[in-house]
């Protein structure tokens, strides 16, 4: 569980922070994107920490931390895409986390959630924008003109279908692993 710690936790600290620097967003963008990041380092370091106190709970604490994990990405993607193009790596986070003890299925199903709340994501802020941009709109044209990018569309499909690969990437490395560590015994 330290693992999500040691590693994505910097790394989304670094992305928003290269954000932030670059970007410039309103400060209550930054406070909120700092806010949610250090509730979820404290969520995810105590619940990794005391997990052996309820040992028979771990698999679902760790599910809990995946979706908790998913939930958060999707916040700062809300809040910081806008402002900074690669926020979409967030995604990589709670999949790959599935991947270390997760089955296979249960990894394809996270990472496919995570692709559909960016694509999601995506299309609610292209929606907004639309909306924004011509008084009177409807929200089926708002869709329309969301959806008519096709530029925009492809980026988002190629992100999706690379969040679901890397996933099952991380799934298979983590299985052959474990296989190689039990053939050594």
């Not at 380092?41 to 931390?65: C, D, E, P, Q, V």
Request: charged letters at 10%; glycine letters at 4%; proline letters at 3%.
């Amino acid at each position: 569980m330290h693992i999500l710690n040691y590693y994505f936790t910097p790394f989304a600290v670094i992305l928003i922070l290269l954000g932030i620097l670059f970007s410039q967003p309103e400060p209550g963008v930054t406070y909120a994107s700092f806010g949610i990041l250090a509730a979820a380092f404290a969520a995810n370091f105590w619940l990794g920490r005391n997990m052996y106190k309820f040992l028979r709970w771990s698999r679902h604490i760790r599910a809990l931390t995946v979706w908790i994990n998913m939930a958060v990405s999707a916040a700062l993607f809300y809040l910081l895409v806008s402002y900074w193009a690669p926020m979409w790596l967030l995604f990589l986070t709670a999949p790959a986390a599935s991947a270390m003890y997760m089955k296979k299925w249960q990894v394809f199903a996270v990472s496919l959630c995570s692709a559909a709340a960016m694509l999601g994501i995506y299309l609610y802020k292209g929606m907004a924008f639309a909306m924004s941009d011509a008084a009177g709109m409807t929200p089926g044209e708002a869709f329309s003109a969301a959806v008519s990018n096709t530029q925009l569309i492809g980026m988002a499909a190629t992100q999706a279908v690379f969040i679901v690969f890397f996933s099952m990437f991380a799934a298979a490395m983590a299985e052959m692993i474990v296989k190689v560590r039990d053939s050594m015994r």
